[in-house]
Protein backbone atom coordinates (compact mmCIF):
# COMPACT_ATOMS: atom_id res chain seq x y z
CA UNK A 1 0.00 0.00 0.00
CA UNK A 2 1.09 3.74 -1.01
CA UNK A 3 -0.08 6.34 1.07
CA UNK A 4 0.68 10.16 0.11
CA UNK A 5 1.04 12.41 2.71
CA UNK A 6 1.33 16.39 1.06
CA UNK A 7 3.37 17.84 3.92
CA UNK A 8 3.88 21.49 4.42
CA UNK A 9 6.86 23.31 5.49
CA UNK A 10 8.25 26.61 3.76
CA UNK A 11 7.08 24.35 0.42
CA UNK A 12 4.94 21.43 -0.11
CA UNK A 13 6.19 18.04 -0.79
CA UNK A 14 4.89 14.66 -1.20
CA UNK A 15 5.61 12.06 2.09
CA UNK A 16 5.09 8.23 1.15
CA UNK A 17 4.47 5.86 3.09
CA UNK A 18 5.41 2.39 1.59
CA UNK A 19 3.73 -0.51 3.43
CA UNK A 20 3.79 -4.22 3.35
CA UNK A 21 -0.35 -5.43 3.59
CA UNK A 22 0.52 -8.85 5.21
CA UNK A 23 2.52 -7.00 8.06
CA UNK A 24 1.55 -3.44 8.07
CA UNK A 25 5.45 -2.44 8.49
CA UNK A 26 7.47 -0.34 5.51
CA UNK A 27 9.30 2.75 5.01
CA UNK A 28 8.77 6.08 5.14
CA UNK A 29 10.04 8.47 2.13
CA UNK A 30 11.16 12.06 2.49
CA UNK A 31 9.14 13.30 5.59
CA UNK A 32 9.92 16.61 4.49
CA UNK A 33 7.66 18.62 7.62
CA UNK A 34 5.13 18.14 10.21
CA UNK A 35 6.63 15.36 11.72
CA UNK A 36 4.12 15.22 14.84
CA UNK A 37 1.29 14.56 11.49
CA UNK A 38 3.15 11.87 10.19
CA UNK A 39 3.65 10.28 13.78
CA UNK A 40 0.02 10.52 14.46
CA UNK A 41 -0.85 8.73 11.21
CA UNK A 42 1.81 5.97 12.02
CA UNK A 43 0.13 5.13 15.31
CA UNK A 44 -3.44 5.46 14.37
CA UNK A 45 -2.68 3.06 11.13
CA UNK A 46 -0.93 1.12 13.76
CA UNK A 47 2.02 1.08 11.14
CA UNK A 48 5.60 -0.11 11.92
CA UNK A 49 8.03 2.08 10.05
CA UNK A 50 11.45 0.65 9.49
CA UNK A 51 13.74 3.36 7.97
CA UNK A 52 13.75 6.58 6.89
CA UNK A 53 14.41 6.32 3.26
CA UNK A 54 15.49 10.23 1.31
CA UNK A 55 15.08 10.70 -2.36
CA UNK A 56 18.04 13.43 -1.97
CA UNK A 57 18.74 16.14 0.85
CA UNK A 58 16.93 19.40 0.38
CA UNK A 59 15.40 20.72 3.18
CA UNK A 60 11.68 19.87 2.02
CA UNK A 61 12.56 16.45 1.87
CA UNK A 62 14.26 15.84 4.94
CA UNK A 63 12.71 18.01 7.33
CA UNK A 64 10.91 15.95 9.70
CA UNK A 65 13.07 13.05 9.37
CA UNK A 66 15.72 14.19 12.59
CA UNK A 67 12.16 13.85 14.70
CA UNK A 68 10.64 11.00 13.74
CA UNK A 69 14.25 9.11 13.63
CA UNK A 70 14.33 10.56 17.56
CA UNK A 71 11.08 9.22 18.28
CA UNK A 72 10.40 5.42 16.90
CA UNK A 73 14.40 5.07 17.12
CA UNK A 74 14.55 4.03 13.10
CA UNK A 75 17.54 4.75 10.36
CA UNK A 76 17.58 7.55 8.18
CA UNK A 77 19.08 6.31 5.34
CA UNK A 78 20.50 8.39 2.13
CA UNK A 79 22.28 7.28 -1.15
CA UNK A 80 26.02 7.68 -0.33
CA UNK A 81 26.74 11.40 -1.41
CA UNK A 82 24.12 12.74 0.89
CA UNK A 83 26.74 13.88 3.78
CA UNK A 84 27.07 17.06 1.32
CA UNK A 85 23.52 17.97 2.31
CA UNK A 86 22.54 16.12 5.19
CA UNK A 87 25.74 18.11 7.17
CA UNK A 88 25.23 21.13 5.76
CA UNK A 89 22.41 23.58 5.63
CA UNK A 90 23.54 25.44 2.81
CA UNK A 91 23.84 22.98 0.42
CA UNK A 92 20.53 21.28 2.07
CA UNK A 93 19.03 24.95 1.44
CA UNK A 94 17.59 25.26 4.71
CA UNK A 95 19.55 28.56 6.06
CA UNK A 96 18.16 30.23 2.68
CA UNK A 97 14.51 29.34 4.21
CA UNK A 98 15.02 30.22 7.88
CA UNK A 99 15.84 26.59 10.28
CA UNK A 100 19.02 25.59 9.49
CA UNK A 101 18.94 21.44 9.36
CA UNK A 102 21.22 19.13 9.85
CA UNK A 103 21.46 15.59 10.07
CA UNK A 104 24.10 13.53 11.58
CA UNK A 105 23.00 10.31 12.35
CA UNK A 106 22.36 8.48 8.63
CA UNK A 107 22.91 5.70 6.93
CA UNK A 108 24.45 5.95 3.50
CA UNK A 109 23.23 3.25 1.30
CA UNK A 110 25.28 1.21 -1.41
CA UNK A 111 24.05 2.19 -4.93
CA UNK A 112 21.73 -0.36 -6.23
CA UNK A 113 21.45 -2.13 -3.10
CA UNK A 114 18.38 -3.44 -1.54
CA UNK A 115 16.58 -2.25 0.91
CA UNK A 116 14.58 -4.87 2.38
CA UNK A 117 11.87 -5.15 5.50
CA UNK A 118 12.46 -7.15 8.34
CA UNK A 119 9.13 -7.94 8.73
CA UNK A 120 8.93 -9.52 5.46
CA UNK A 121 11.78 -10.38 3.18
CA UNK A 122 9.96 -10.49 0.01
CA UNK A 123 9.06 -6.52 0.18
CA UNK A 124 12.02 -4.58 -0.67
CA UNK A 125 13.21 -1.66 -2.24
CA UNK A 126 15.97 -0.99 -4.61
CA UNK A 127 18.18 2.10 -4.56
CA UNK A 128 19.31 3.60 -8.05
CA UNK A 129 21.54 6.68 -7.80
CA UNK A 130 20.20 9.70 -9.81
CA UNK A 131 22.44 12.30 -9.88
CA UNK A 132 21.50 15.71 -11.86
CA UNK A 133 19.13 17.62 -9.48
CA UNK A 134 21.89 17.02 -6.76
CA UNK A 135 24.86 14.75 -6.70
CA UNK A 136 22.88 12.75 -4.00
CA UNK A 137 19.51 11.86 -5.61
CA UNK A 138 18.18 8.21 -5.43
CA UNK A 139 15.10 6.44 -6.60
CA UNK A 140 13.81 3.77 -4.77
CA UNK A 141 12.06 1.02 -6.82
CA UNK A 142 10.41 -1.94 -6.72
CA UNK A 143 10.09 -3.88 -9.69
CA UNK A 144 7.21 -6.38 -8.17
CA UNK A 145 5.03 -3.27 -7.50
CA UNK A 146 6.10 -1.68 -10.53
CA UNK A 147 6.93 1.73 -8.78
CA UNK A 148 10.07 4.13 -8.35
CA UNK A 149 9.79 7.55 -5.65
CA UNK A 150 12.16 9.52 -7.80
CA UNK A 151 11.86 12.58 -5.22
CA UNK A 152 12.52 15.71 -7.63
CA UNK A 153 14.72 14.04 -10.42
CA UNK A 154 11.46 13.74 -12.85
CA UNK A 155 7.87 15.12 -12.25
CA UNK A 156 4.54 14.54 -14.06
CA UNK A 157 5.17 16.89 -17.23
CA UNK A 158 8.33 18.28 -15.95
CA UNK A 159 12.16 17.52 -14.57
CA UNK A 160 14.06 18.38 -11.46
CA UNK A 161 15.44 21.70 -10.93
CA UNK A 162 19.29 21.97 -11.31
CA UNK A 163 20.52 25.33 -10.68
CA UNK A 164 20.87 24.30 -7.00
CA UNK A 165 24.48 22.73 -5.43
CA UNK A 166 25.68 20.01 -6.90
CA UNK A 167 23.34 20.45 -10.00
CA UNK A 168 23.85 19.55 -13.55
CA UNK A 169 21.49 19.40 -16.52
CA UNK A 170 23.75 16.80 -18.58
CA UNK A 171 24.04 14.33 -15.74
CA UNK A 172 20.46 14.33 -15.15
CA UNK A 173 19.35 13.79 -17.85
CA UNK A 174 21.79 11.27 -18.99
CA UNK A 175 20.79 9.45 -15.78
CA UNK A 176 17.18 9.47 -16.56
CA UNK A 177 17.58 8.36 -20.18
CA UNK A 178 19.68 5.32 -18.70
CA UNK A 179 18.22 4.54 -15.13
CA UNK A 180 14.56 5.68 -15.08
CA UNK A 181 13.19 6.37 -18.36
CA UNK A 182 14.69 2.74 -19.71
CA UNK A 183 12.24 0.92 -16.73
CA UNK A 184 9.19 -0.79 -17.79
CA UNK A 185 6.47 1.84 -19.34
CA UNK A 186 4.01 1.10 -17.02
CA UNK A 187 6.39 1.69 -13.89
CA UNK A 188 4.53 4.35 -11.80
CA UNK A 189 6.66 7.28 -10.64
CA UNK A 190 6.12 8.74 -7.71
CA UNK A 191 7.59 12.60 -7.26
CA UNK A 192 8.05 14.90 -4.28
CA UNK A 193 6.05 17.15 -5.85
CA UNK A 194 3.38 16.25 -8.46
CA UNK A 195 0.65 13.98 -9.31
CA UNK A 196 1.96 10.55 -10.27
CA UNK A 197 3.39 10.15 -14.11
CA UNK A 198 4.70 7.10 -15.62
CA UNK A 199 7.90 6.03 -17.57
CA UNK A 200 5.93 5.61 -20.63
CA UNK A 201 4.12 8.97 -20.17
CA UNK A 202 7.36 10.87 -19.58
CA UNK A 203 9.70 8.81 -22.44
CA UNK A 204 7.82 10.59 -25.11
CA UNK A 205 8.67 14.24 -23.68
CA UNK A 206 10.03 16.84 -26.33
CA UNK A 207 12.97 17.46 -23.98
CA UNK A 208 14.05 13.93 -23.56
CA UNK A 209 14.23 13.43 -27.41
CA UNK A 210 14.53 9.41 -27.31
ZN1 LIG B 1 15.04 18.97 -4.29
Known amino acids: ?3 QVEVCGAIATNAYF ?3 DETDAGFLIDPGAEAERLLKIISARNFTIEKILLTHGHFDHIGAAAEIQRELKI ?3 MQKNGRAYAENPTWNLSS ?3 AEMVLRDVTYLDDNSEIILA ?3 NF ?3 IIPVAGHT ?3 AAYYSERDGVAFVGDSIFLGSYGRTDFYGGDEQTLFAELKNKILTLPDETVLLSGHTPPTTVGDEKNRPWFNI
Open 96 to 98: AFG
Open 75 to 77: PVC
Open 124 to 126: RLK
Open 18 to 20: YID
Open 135 to 137: TDG
Open 1 to 3: MIL
Open 119 to 121: ANE
